[in-house]
């Protein structure tokens, strides 16, 4: 969907801690959906993803949940760290044809301080 | 070495002009995207090309036209720039079903 409001959603926590980013997804034929960390002035880096024939992948210091009844996705980041501070994306694959279309959320900045 | 790389990186332009941005990809991948991302940091699909081929056009104005040469390159040509333009374009790639590799972003702004 289209990003609303002036400023993005933010999250802040403490160096060490542990992080969840929540994503809600519109479309229920989605199979393909995949975390995101854009640094200032960088292009989006691929973080993790997962296919809808699961629901729980882990990569290191990253899991991603996915919870298609409620259409959900969470990122979570283990004893986060200040070089984890950046934009968080969700994007999906919409796409009804055999090519994709990744379809983005509207982002959440993740702050961690010292 | 670079996988996705674009250029220019920055451009400012008056409005009326018109301005390309090229994107190049070395990573043997079939298909390439363009995003628009605004200033509220949302990125939204506009085109994509699958070797060559026109896959994806969201309703995006005819004032832009991408070209595909060849399966490693997709331009962007944009006539006609309007202050609306202004934004960060970024080119990606992908394998099949796979996820997409961004390059670094062209930042447009149109004065």
């Known amino acids: 969907g289209e990003s609303v409001g002036l400023h993005l959603p933010t999250l802040s926590v403490q160096e060490g801690d542990n992080s969840i980013i929540n994503c809600a997804y519109s479309n229920s034929a989605s199979d393909y959906f995949i975390w995101y960390k854009q640094e200032s002035g960088k292009g989006p880096q691929f973080i993790i993803d997962i296919r809808s024939n699961m629901d729980k992948r882990q990569g290191q210091r990253v899991t991603v949940l996915l919870n298609k009844t409620v259409k959900h996705l969470s990122l979570q980041i283990a004893a986060t760290q200040p070089g984890d501070s950046a934009v968080y994306f969700c994007a999906e694959n919409m796409a009804s044809t055999g090519f994709q279309k990744l379809v983005f959320g509207t982002g959440t900045r993740l702050l961690v301080s010292p | 070495d670079t996988a996705v790389s674009q250029t220019p990186k920055y451009l400012v332009t008056q409005m009326g002009n018109d301005k390309s941005i090229k994107c190049e990809q070395n990573l043997g991948h079939d298909t390439m995207y363009w995003y628009k991302q605004d200033s509220k940091k949302f990125l939204k699909i506009m085109f994509s090309?699958?070797?060559?081929?026109?896959?994806i056009n969201e309703t995006v104005p005819n004032r832009f036209s991408p070209k595909s040469p060849d399966k490693a390159h997709l331009n962007l040509h944009i006539n006609s720039l309007e202050l609306g333009d202004s934004a960060v374009y970024f080119c990606?790639?992908?394998?099949?079903?796979?996820?997409?590799?961004f390059g670094e972003g062209s930042r447009l702004t149109v004065l």
């Open positions: 090309y699958n070797n060559k081929e026109l896959i």
């Open positions: 990606a790639s992908s394998p099949p079903g796979g996820e997409l590799f």
